[in-house]
């Protein structure tokens, strides 16, 4: 572990408008330390060289020539395999896309390219998002930079591993469940996910529509506001866009304080399955919000424990719905069979998908066939509503709830794979916020060792009411002020300067 | 794995177009008997006159105005098709006897 003052996409952004860095100097920059770390690593799926270059060029171009330079201007960015780019391949992870070219750009990638990011290349992730490891990638895993030998989280792995070992200061994750915070957390790096709508989703491919939310991963809150300004929005090609206007942030009169603020520390998120280190972490950032202002209030939701299975039983029927695309016809692999139609249909899907896809889309399957329908996906509906409920009455007393994102530190690769309930629990902190369509945020709070082990990250959630994504930000960026730990970073990082 | 618990899976493996192989069936078969077993906890939640949340946020269904706008070329659309005919998808026949 050392402490690194890589600069941050605001920083990277400032210097080249003052001219101390061109953006074909950032980018290469960052092609270096991806050329450097990712033979260890696999964070990256495809890295887009002299696109990036081309583009880079380009922009230099325009700022000699006077034009304005968007916020994001010159920053290199990492999306996830599930976004898409026109021409990219987007494989989500899967044998099935693993030769699918995008035909078009969805919008949240076109707003990163209006404000001037230049992508640089395409991240691991789980297969279709459905993972909380990397190990569910058809593509093998991606590595915690922190320690090889364990997992980065999922699914959003190596666009949280690629920011962790400073190989962009900014990438894209999608959190359906906890897929953006989670790696975020086990990768020491910070993570956003907005309320569900706020970013579009035109462009991503789905999971689960209802959970589905585009958020950022970087290195400071001041990062993750400035994406949040570019991507958020109305997009009348997402019908479950929000009409609302970008986020705009709260610029109180003491940003280092948080006076007054009522903040909530749900008993169910303490529990006793946490690991030690966790806790201590967590406990330690709870003193420290209440040292800038906050009040604790110790708060219950009451249903956090059905979380897990309404989630998986939502978002598995969800995705059933959602893969039943995937069949052999209109893009990806094609299998034979029989020679029949349905043949087709089922020799591709087997060949192409991974178990844990499989498993999913039996278990959406039978939650929404006959017989089983109400019984399980309706009742699960209900249950979201109770777990909802839990949510808005908490808020009624507390303006801001935290807690730990993931219950342990990164887990050695291997530890989980063949427990699929085991790593269903990993989502357990996650999956609430995610149900209830809030904004949650993941953040470094400090250091945690096996007995023995390296110190690996620990991440705190703060969590918001929906809509007030501004105000979770405030809260984080003032914990970050006063605190170091984001500024720790696994030995061996690179530098995209 | 029962039988019963066996039929379970393969029926509903072929709803889902999933033609599991025995190595499959083996493998997926138990994990998806246990994960049904511990989210059968659901079944004791007092839900009340909990109404089913279908979405995060309560917006639905906006659509936008219904305007002609600029699609993709065919050809840009069939780029990534694994069999094509002209500006057609190619699947095996459905319909009539043998060719």
């Not at chain 1, 230049?118 to 991240?123: A, E, N, S």
């Not at chain 1, 995610?434 to 400090?446: E, K």
Request: hydrophobic share 40%; glycine share 10%.
């Amino acid at each position: 572990m050392s402490v690194a003052a890589a600069p941050d996409a605001t920083a990277l952004r400032a210097s080249i408008l003052t001219g101390e860095r061109s953006c074909a100097q950032v980018v290469d920059g960052a092609l270096a330390a991806i050329e450097a770390r990712d033979g260890e690593l696999s964070a990256f799926l495809s890295v887009e060289r002299e696109a990036a270059r081309e583009r880079a060029a380009r922009l230099d171009e325009r700022h000699a020539a006077g034009e304005t330079c968007g916020p994001l201007f010159g920053v290199p960015v990492a999306i996830k395999a599930n976004m898409c780019m026109e021409g990219v391949v987007t494989s989500c992870g899967s044998r099935m896309l693993a030769n699918y070219r995008a035909p078009y750009t969805a919008t949240f990638v076109q707003r990163l390219l209006d404000a001037g990011a230049i992508v640089v290349g395409v991240t691991n992730m789980d297969e279709f998002a459905m993972g909380s490891s990397s190990e569910n990638s058809a593509f093998g895993p991606t590595h915690n930079p922190w320690d090889v030998a364990r997992a980065p989280g999922g699914s959003s792995s190596g666009s949280a591993a690629a920011v962790a070992a400073h190989m962009v200061p900014l990438a894209l994750g999608s959190d359906t469940g906890g897929s953006v915070r989670q790696p975020a957390a086990l990768c020491g790096v910070h993570g956003f996910k907005p309320t569900y709508g706020r970013i579009s989703r035109y462009g991503l491919i789905a999971f689960g529509s209802s959970l589905d939310q585009v958020g950022p991963l970087a290195r400071s809150v001041r990062d993750l506001e400035r994406v949040l300004g570019v991507l958020s929005g109305h997009d009348p090609l997402d019908s479950t866009s929000l009409p609302l206007p970008p986020v705009e942030p709260e610029r109180p009169e003491h940003p280092e304080r948080l006076d007054g603020l009522r903040l909530g520390v749900p008993a169910e998120y303490l529990g006793d399955d946490l690991d030690d280190g966790v806790r201590r972490s967590v406990e330690a950032a709870l003193e420290c919000l209440v040292e800038l202002g906050c009040e604790r209030v110790d708060i219950d939701l009451p249903h956090t424990l059905h979380a897990i299975p309404t989630y998986y039983v939502v978002a598995t029927a969800e995705a059933s719905s959602n893969l039943a695309r995937f069949d052999g016809v209109g893009f990806g692999a094609r299998g034979e069979g029989d020679g029949s139609l349905q043949g087709m249909f089922s020799a591709t899907r087997d060949a192409a998908f991974g178990d844990e896809v499989k498993r999913r889309i039996l278990l959406g399957t039978f939650v929404l066939s006959e017989g089983y329908h109400d019984a399980w996906y309706g009742r699960a509906l209900r249950v979201r509503t109770l777990l909802r409920r839990d949510f808005e009455h908490a808020f009624e007393e507390v303006d801001v709830i935290c807690g730990p994102t993931s219950p342990t530190t990164a887990f050695p690769l291997g530890e989980r794979v063949d427990d699929p309930l085991a790593m269903y629990r990993s989502d357990r902190l996650t999956v609430p916020t995610s149900l209830a369509g809030l904004p949650a945020l993941s953040l470094p709070c400090g250091l945690a060792a096996d007995e023995g082990g390296a110190p690996l990250p620990v991440g705190l959630q703060v969590i918001g009411p929906a809509l007030a994504d501004a105000r979770v930000l405030r809260v984080a960026a003032a914990f970050e002020a006063s605190t170091d730990h984001h500024e720790r970073s696994p030995e061996g990082a690179g530098s995209e300067r | 794995m029962a039988d019963t618990d066996r039929d379970l899976v393969l029926q509903t493996a072929a709803l889902a177009r999933l033609q599991l192989d025995e190595r499959e069936a083996q493998h997926l078969g138990p994990q998806f008997e246990a994960i049904l077993r511990q989210f059968r906890q659901l079944e004791g939640v007092d839900v009340g006159d909990a109404e089913p949340t279908t979405g995060a946020t309560g917006v639905r269904d906006v659509l936008r105005a219904d305007e002609v706008r600029p699609s993709l070329e065919p050809g840009v659309v069939l780029a990534n098709a694994p069999h094509r005919v002209g500006d057609f998808y190619a699947v095996p026949k459905t319909v009539g006897g043998p060719d």
